[in-house]
């Protein structure tokens, strides 16, 4: 079958916009307006948080790790951590005139290669790792080359995103929205077989940057 398209950044899961700057979803079921097409079904509108008046904040800070998982054992032994903060403010620059809202979000996320490795359980004895490792060794020793780990690697996947509104009141019952919405991520790439095994260096990693920007 096709495949479809990847959003923009979605290799290294860019998130499209963070949820602190969504003000509601709009779902449309039917919609036979004659601006709306290339689709079946429904449509799904994410409608962004403006600034009033009145100055409005959040702040937040989540954290997981394999303790915070499911009490299942592939969850509970594969070892990752998630960081996930950011914060928003919004508000009036001139009264009843100009408005500005603004939601920034980051992400520190790693978790391990997937696939075995020497010394993993049930994989190869102690002394095959070493095996390895001794390999290795030579490798750097004699040709310079820096094979990288044998055991277990971590896969990183830090995430930047912004999100940034300004919403001009205008004559005639009409207003002027700029916004822009500012996406970075890079995850790395490494994950071994159990027929053919792969070192550190093998690893390589996606970098991913998306900016939209609206009036």
Do not use: C
Request: without cysteine; charged residues 20%.
């Amino acid at each position: 079958g096709e495949v479809g398209p990847v959003p923009a950044g979605g290799r290294a899961r860019v998130r499209s916009v963070s949820l602190e700057a969504v003000q509601e979803y709009q779902v449309l079921r039917s919609p036979f307006d004659v601006r709306q097409g290339n689709f079946t079904g429904a449509l799904i509108n994410a409608v962004t948080k403006s600034g009033t008046n009145e100055f409005h904040g959040s702040l937040y800070y989540y954290f997981r790790n394999q303790n915070l998982s499911a009490d299942v054992p592939l969850l509970r032994t594969s070892e990752f951590q998630q960081k996930q903060y950011g914060f928003s403010i919004g508000g009036p620059i001139v009264k009843d005139k100009i408005h500005f809202f603004v939601a920034p979000e980051w992400q520190s996320e790693a978790y391990p290669a997937p696939g075995p490795f020497p010394g993993s359980a049930g994989v190869a004895s102690a002394a095959d790792a070493a095996t390895v490792q001794r390999m290795t060794e030579i490798l750097k020793n004699t040709d310079g080359l820096d094979a990288g780990a044998a055991g277990a690697v971590s896969n990183n996947n830090p995430l930047t995103n912004v999100f940034a509104r300004l919403d001009f009141v205008l004559p005639y019952n009409s207003r002027l929205v700029l916004r822009d919405n500012y996406g970075k991520a890079e995850i790395d790439t490494l994950f071994r077989l159990s027929t053919q095994f792969r070192f550190g260096s093998n690893a390589y990693s996606f970098h991913n940057k998306k900016n939209a920007a609206v009036a």
